[in-house]
C-alpha cells in the first residue's frame, strides 16, 4: 500500500518503458541530466554556503535569538512541500512543482538576501523551503518517469556527486563573498544562475511529458495536506521544545509530539513505523540513515574546536572527505550489475556509517589524531553513499508510477524527519550532559563542552546506525 490517493491517474496505463539505448550523457538523455543535475548542484552549494553566512548574517540583522528560527523555518515549509509536491506530481506530472518550486526557491533566496531584519530574513528561508521541497520531489519523479530502470542508479549517483564540489568550495567561497563582499550576495547571487538549468533542461522535460502524459484528476487531497501542515508544525514545535533548558519547553514538546505522530502515521506507507517489509522499511531506513549521519556530523566539528583547538575552518573541512567518499560510495551502487546486491549494499552502508561515527568518538582521546575524524568520515560517507542510493532506487522498484510523486514524498520526509528528531536529540543529550549550547558558539560565546557529552552523542548514533543494519533484510518482500 502507498500513500497516494485514488485518482483518474490510477485508471491510466502505466508508462511503458522506452529504453532506446545509451547512457545518461547519451543524446536522448543529456540535456536532461545536465540540467537535473545542475539544480541539484545549486541545491547542494545554498546549503554549505548559508551554514558560512548564516552567523555573520544573524549579528548584523541583530536576530542572534532568531538564528535556530533560519534552520528550523527552512526544514518546517520543506515538510509541508514535500506532500504537496508528492501530489501534484502525481496528478500533472512534474513539470509544473520542478518550475515552480524553482521559482518559489530563488524567490525566497532574494527575499533573504533583501531582508533589513531577521524576522523577514526568517521568511525568507521558509519561502525557499516552500521551493526546495516542491523541487526534490519533482526531481525524484522526473528521474522515474524519463528514464528506464537501468539508469536510475546512474542518476541517483550523478546527484551525490554534485554534491561533491559544493561540499570542498561551498564555505571557502561562500567565506570570502561573506568577507569581501557582505553575507547578502551569498543568497542573491543563486538566483541567477537559476536560469542556466532551466534554459538547459525545459525541452527535454516537455518531450518527457508529451511522450509520458498524466491524466488531469482532481484537486489536491484536502486531508493528506492538513496532515503536512500538522507535521510541519509539529516538527517545528519539537524544534523549538529542544532549545529550552526549562519545563516551560515541556508545553511545545508535547503539542508537538501530538501533532506529528499522527501526521506521520497518515503520510507515510502503512507499516513504516514498524518496519513492514518491503516499501515501509525502505522508506524508514532512509530516515534512519540520514538522521543517525548527520546529527553524529553537526557536532563533529564543535568537537575539532572545543575538545581540540582546531580553527573552525579546520573543523568544517573535517567533514570534506565526507562528501567526497558519498559520491565514490552512490557510484559503486550505480556500476553494471550492483542490482543484484542491492540489500547487501544497504546493509554494508549502514554498518560503514556506525564504524565511522564511532571512529569519530576516537578523536577524543587526546592521543589519537586530529586526522582520524576526518579517515573515519571518508568510511561513512562510503557507506552513506552506498545505502541512501540504494534505497531511492528500491523505493523506485517498487512504486507503481502513478504513486511515484507520493512515495517519493514520502522518502523525503522520512529523510526530514530523521534529521530533525535525531539531531534534535543530540542536542537534549548535549545540554543535559553538560555540553553547553551549541547555538552559543555561533554567537562568538565559549563553547567548552564535555567530552562525555560527546562520546554519549557518538555512542547514540552508533547504535541507530547499526539498528538500521539489522533491519535492512526487511526491504526484501516477503
Not at 543524446?27 to 558560512?52: C, D, K, M, P, Q
Request: aromatic content about 6%; charged content about 10%.
Amino acid at each position: 500500500m502507498t500513500t497516494a490517493s485514488p485518482t483518474s491517474v490510477d485508471s491510466a496505463p502505466p508508462p511503458r518503458e522506452n529504453d532506446p539505448g545509451g547512457g545518461v550523457l547519451s543524446g536522448r538523455y543529456r540535456a536532461l541530466t545536465l540540467g537535473i543535475v545542475s539544480v541539484v548542484l545549486l541545491l547542494a552549494f545554498e546549503a554549505t554556503a548559508v551554514n558560512t553566512a548564516m552567523p555573520v548574517a544573524a549579528r548584523q540583522l541583530n536576530g542572534i535569538g532568531l538564528y535556530a528560527f533560519a534552520f528550523s523555518g527552512y526544514f518546517t515549509t520543506t515538510l509541508f512541500a514535500l506532500v504537496v509536491s508528492g501530489q501534484w506530481c502525481d496528478r500533472r506530472g512534474p513539470l509544473q512543482p520542478l518550475f515552480t518550486g524553482i521559482v518559489v526557491f530563488g524567490a525566497g533566496l532574494v527575499v533573504a538576501g533583501t531582508a533589513p531584519g531577521m524576522w523577514l530574513f526568517v521568511a525568507g528561508r521558509a519561502i525557499q523551503g516552500l521551493g526546495g521541497g516542491l523541487v526534490i520531489v519533482a526531481l525524484y519523479v522526473v528521474v522515474g518517469r524519463a528514464y528506464p530502470q537501468r539508469l536510475r542508479p546512474s542518476v541517483f549517483a550523478a546527484f551525490s556527486s554534485a554534491w561533491v564540489l559544493p561540499s570542498i568550495v561551498g564555505p571557502l567561497v561562500s567565506g570570502a563573498v561573506t568577507q569581501h563582499l557582505g553575507w547578502r550576495w551569498v543568497f542573491l547571487a543563486v538566483p541567477v544562475l537559476i536560469l542556466l538549468p532551466l534554459a538547459v533542461m525545459g525541452p527535454a522535460l516537455a518531450r518527457s511529458e508529451r511522450e509520458h502524459p498524466v491524466l488531469r484528476g482532481a484537486d489536491i487531497d484536502r486531508r493528506r495536506t492538513v496532515l503536512a501542515a500538522g507535521a510541519a508544525l509539529g516538527a517545528g514545535l519539537l524544534q523549538y521544545a529542544g532549545q529550552r533548558r526549562d519545563l516551560v519547553g515541556l508545553l511545545p514538546a508535547v503539542a508537538g509530539a501530538a501533532l506529528l505522530l499522527p501526521a506521520v502515521l497518515g503520510l507515510l506507507p502503512a507499516g513504516t513505523l514498524r518496519a513492514g517489509r518491503g516499501l515501509p522499511t525502505v522508506i524508514l531506513l532512509r530516515g534512519v540513515a540520514a538522521g543517525a549521519f548527520f546529527a553524529a556530523e553537526a557536532f563533529i566539528p564543535l568537537m575539532m574546536v572545543t575538545q581540540r583547538g582546531l580553527s573552525p575552518t579546520l573543523a568544517g573541512l573535517t567533514l570534506t572527505s565526507g562528501g567526497l567518499s558519498w559520491a565514490l560510495g552512490s557510484t559503486l551502487q550505480g556500476r553494471p550489475g550492483a542490482e543484484r546486491y542491492r540489500e547487501a549494499m544497504i546493509r554494508g552502508g549502514f554498518v560503514l556509517t556506525a564504524v565511522a561515527i564511532a571512529g569519530a568518538a576516537l578523536v577524543l582521546v587526546p592521543a589519537v589524531p586530529a586526522w582520524v575524524a576526518a579517515a573515519a568520515w571518508a568510511v561513512g560517507g562510503i557507506g552513506m553513499g552506498l545505502s541512501v542510493a540504494s534505497l531511492s532506487v528500491l523505493m523506485m522498484k517498487l512504486s507503481a508510477p502513478e504513486d511515484a510523486g507520493a512515495n517519493s514524498a514520502s522518502l523525503q520526509m522520512s529523510d526530514a524527519l530523521g534529521n530533525v528528531l535525531l539531531v534534535g536529540l543530540a542536542g537534549v543529550l548535549f545540554s543535559a550532559l553538560g555540553g553547553g549550547s551549541p547555538a552559543a558558539a555561533h554567537e562568538g560565546a565559549e563553547a567548552a563542552g564535555s567530552p562525555a557529552a560527546f562520546a554519549v552523542i557518538f555512542l547514540t548514533m552508533t547504535g541507530v546506525a547499526l539498528l538500521g543494519a539489522l533491519v535492512s533484510g526487511r526491504v526484501r518482500k516477503a
